[in-house]
């Protein structure tokens, strides 16, 4: 590979699309499927990359060389793996400006919100190498004087790692570093709309010391994936996205007893007491739901104001939305960019009007530019009955519910099939511990914004936003999923004679 396709490969910005290709069993080869692209959301005429798909045989390639390869990488030991994590955050950090600007050109984000999912990836780089050093194993006492009992971890074997294009970097790092930290090989299929992207995280991977045949990346449609994780020699799939995908994979890969861990949709909701100071309250709602153009599982969809507070929050939540500023990514003030594409805005969209056919009424919306994928957010006021009240919509918007009392509200919290966050803004002890009890869902903040996590806390979600696996990011819950655990008996002597 010459220099400039090596620049352009790692991401860094060009004035023509880049010519991708796939990564196995250690080499970059073409595809053999159709020719697919991926674009600028802001002005879709901008082709960002282009590349032939992967097809059956090239999965087929990719399968074998990770099973191949497999034992070598597990025999290298967890400290050396470690030390390849580290480089890559050193190498992640090192091009965090062109990865950024790469993804405000593909996915869409302003420049600001791209630069700080690098630094989160290159903090879950660090942090999962780190994990590398830390104690493995649980001793227990053996009735046998002369025995040790001792847990080993055992790294699953192949892994199917399936991920979504909202956080295009920082999701992928989240899955790939410990299911290599603990010496599992990857098959990876990242989404179709920021595969410059994966190209240009699977190269830091790479020029980090991650072996041929351990990371193998195919770029392909949804169908490909399909036909992953039906592949008997994976032993753990790991998928985050839309609910019906994350179901179809739970019926092909639990049957066959392999592991899996999906993480799914949300329809965050997020309660405002009366005490709470409906200025603050709005300026973390209004991030909770509107940052990043609202493509977030995390997003805060539905604002329950309690009581009193509902018409002082909503003057501030609508003053707040219509000041949003809409744009490119790249353009100087721009708080709020483009859906990732098309498709995707007129789902937004429709999703709106549907609502207003619905009954509901709309309190704020934005300016918005015309062209790219922009859509204007919105603040609705609605009922629990409505559509967008039940299923998420992947935007910027969000509708406000009235609840008389926090007991109402906390059962229109959990009045979705989603349970991943949920916020509480007060300064009432009682009713926070009641909805820490009472919320069904995987996280809840107090007086801060549904969406952000730490990459040492878990994270995962109830009812269709996860699956009962163990939950990401935090170093336990990922070595849980991504081992298996062996119990050794260790004599350290010949048995003593019994008196």
């Known amino acids: 590979m010459d220099d400039k396709h090596r620049r352009e490969r790692r991401g860094a910005p060009v004035d023509h699309a880049l010519s991708l290709q796939h990564f196995v069993a250690g080499r970059w080869v073409p595809g053999d499927g159709p020719v697919a692209r991926s674009t600028d959301p802001a002005d879709p ?16 390639e990719a399968v074998r060389a990770a099973v191949a390869a497999q034992p070598e990488w597990d025999r290298q030991g967890v400290i050396a793996r470690g030390l390849v994590l580290r480089r890559a955050a050193e190498l992640l950090a090192q091009r965090a400006e062109s990865v950024a600007a790469l993804m405000t050109r593909e996915q869409g984000k302003t420049l600001a919100e791209s630069r700080g999912e690098v630094a989160a990836s290159v903090e879950t780089l660090h942090y999962h190498a780190g994990r590398a050093r830390s104690a493995d194993g649980v001793l227990y006492p053996s009735g046998n004087p002369d025995e040790v009992v001792r847990t080993v971890r055992r790294p699953l074997g192949v892994v199917g790692v399936i991920t979504p294009w909202n956080f295009p970097v920082q999701i992928p790092a989240w899955k790939l570093a410990p299911a290599l930290l603990w010496g599992n090989s990857v098959v990876w299929k990242p989404a179709s ?26 770029l392909a449609p949804g169908s490909l994936g399909a036909e992953l994780v039906e592949r008997p020699e994976l032993s753990g799939v790991t998928f985050t996205g839309s609910v019906p995908v994350g179901r179809a994979i739970q019926a092909a890969v639990v049957p066959r007893g392999a592991k899996v861990q999906l993480e799914l949709g949300g329809h965050s909701a997020a309660i405002v007491l009366p005490d709470a100071d409906p200025a603050q309250a709005a300026a973390a709602l209004v991030t909770a739901s509107m940052s990043g153009t609202g493509q977030k599982c995390t997003a805060a969809r539905r604002i329950i104001a309690v009581g009193d507070a509902g018409d002082r929050l909503v003057a501030e939540l609508s003053a707040r939305v219509k000041g949003l500023v809409v744009g490119a990514g790249t353009a100087p003030g721009v708080e709020i960019g483009p859906l990732v594409s098309a498709r995707a805005a007129e789902e937004v969209e429709g999703a709106i009007q549907q609502a207003v056919d619905e009954g509901a009424t709309v309190l704020a919306r934005a300016d918005c530019p015309e062209g790219g994928a922009f859509v204007a957010p919105t603040l609705l006021a609605g009922t629990p009955e409505l559509t967008i009240s039940q299923e998420e919509v992947f935007g910027p918007v969000a509708t406000v519910l009235r609840a008389a009392d926090l007991d109402e509200a906390i059962r229109l919290a959990n009045g979705t099939r989603f349970g991943l966050t949920a916020a509480v803004f007060t300064d009432d002890e009682r009713a926070v511990r009641q909805c820490l009890r009472d919320l069904d869902a995987g996280i809840v903040k107090v007086n801060a914004p549904n969406t952000g996590s730490e990459v040492h806390a878990p994270f995962g979600g109830l009812k269709d936003s996860s699956f009962p696996a163990p939950r990401e990011q935090n170093g336990e819950s990922a ?14 002597s010949a048995p003593r004679e019994q008196s």
């Not at 005429?45 to 087929?60: F, K, M």
């Not at 070595?479 to 350290?492: G, I, N, P, S, V």
């Open 479 to 492: 070595a849980e999923f991504f081992t298996w655990t062996k119990t050794a008996y260790l004599r350290t």
């Open 45 to 60: 005429a901008q082709i960002v990359a282009e590349y032939r798909t992967a097809g059956p045989e090239l999965l087929d």
């Open 193 to 218: 709309d920021t595969v410059a992207l994966a190209v240009a995280f699977a190269e830091i991977l790479i020029e980090a010391g991650v072996p041929d045949g351990v990371l193998n990346l195919l």
